[in-house]
C-alpha cells in the first residue's frame, strides 16, 4: 500500500480518473452543492501529486499535504454520504 502511495504514475492515473468522474458526471448533479465530494476528491488526489513532486525537495511540505490529503479524502466520503442523505430527504426516494 505504502508503494501504490508513492507512485507517481498512480497519482496521475487517480487525477485522470477524478477528472473524468467530474466531466462524465455534470449533467446528473442538477444543483452545486452535489459537486463537494468531487472537490474533495480532486483536492486529495491534488494534494498528493503535488506531495509527490517536492518530496525530494522539502519533506515536512511533503508529509503536511499527503495529511491534508487524507483529510479530503476522508471529508470526501463524508461529502458522499451527507450528498446521498440530502438527496433521498429532497427528491424522494
Request: net charge positive.
Amino acid at each position: 500500500m505504502a508503494n501504490i502511495l508513492q507512485s507517481k504514475a498512480a497519482a496521475w492515473g487517480a487525477m485522470v480518473l477524478i477528472l473524468l468522474i467530474i466531466i462524465f458526471t455534470f449533467t446528473m448533479r442538477p444543483v452545486w452543492w452535489m459537486f463537494f465530494d468531487e472537490f474533495f476528491a480532486f483536492m486529495a488526489v491534488f494534494c498528493q501529486l503535488v506531495a509527490l513532486y517536492i518530496m525530494k525537495y522539502n519533506q515536512i511540505s511533503a508529509r503536511m499535504l499527503q495529511r491534508i490529503a487524507l483529510i479530503c479524502a476522508v471529508l470526501m466520503v463524508v461529502a458522499f454520504i451527507g450528498e446521498y442523505i440530502a438527496f433521498q430527504v429532497i427528491y424522494g426516494a
